[in-house]
């Protein structure tokens, strides 16, 4: 049985290999190369949490993620700690323990990549970060990939931690990025916007939000905290990253529910579906749309495949 650790993660899955790995997982997920279940959440004290991602993927074998969450640590590492356990399709032997973190802090800013290159305008060129977390710097990382961004800002609760992160992604990949006081300046001219806080309340507001911008909602992945303003589901093209899990975990599909503003009918197809070309992804320059990400074990277990090879 391998053990792959942290370090071992960071060296061999980069940003690049981990875009295309997650685009065919989702289509995958869409059409019927892979099972999983609704992800298992125990909350814990002081708004940690437990959770279980089992699943299964065509020609990756089957698995589960087992993570906490403790939004604490991100200031010491990840907030999502953990291992994702992977066992042989042919004989159902354990085969692999791999850290969690790591492959879950690439894998996210990946699968947003994956979406912003099938749903944002193609001329997209302002790249704006609402969080400073380590997601802020992997969806730089990632989103380069897809669109040559000229510019990238950067807004959060704490004005130097936005400073040092817009320093960071500044140096790292040779990209302007500024570090702005309010979401309003932060937004301000984006044509994609990446929420990737760990907000409980939204920080992104519907009027906030120009005609063509295209919307990740990352941050929050279960039912409760939101990121984003539920007036954005029904204005926007909604889509998610897997359909059952937003219409049960989606807390921003919930809380727009839950207004009475939006109902089932206001969810587009997957984005796998979109990747495959089965549906449309933007419909005109001027659609506002949403990628509303939750995180999808079959995301987990292509990675795994890949690092346990």
Known sequence: MRLIDAEEVARRLDHRTGI?????AMIALSTGGSKQLLRGIIDLDEGNA????PGALTGAGFGAKIV??????AAHGHSHQGVIVTFDPETGAPAAVIEAGEVTAIR???ATAVATDALARPDAAHLALLGTGDQAWHHAAALRHVRPFAAITV???NAAKAQAMAERIEHDFGIATSAKMTVSEAVDGADVICAVSAAAEPILLSEQVADGVHVNAVGSSRAGPAEIDPALVPRSRFIPDHRVGVL???????????LGIASEADVGPE?????AGLDEGRQSPGEV??????GSIVQDLACAAFLAT
């Open 20 to 24: 295309e790995l997650v685009r065919k």
């Open 50 to 53: 437990f959770g279980v991602m």
């Open 68 to 73: 906490s969450v403790f939004p604490a640590m």
């Open 108 to 110: 996210t800013g990946c």
């Open 155 to 157: 807004w959060g609760r």
């Open 248 to 258: 049960a975990q989606g807390a921003e599909y919930l809380r727009a529910v839950e």
């Open 271 to 275: 984005i796998g579906r979109i990747l």
């Open 289 to 294: 749309t949403v990628y509303k990400s939750l």
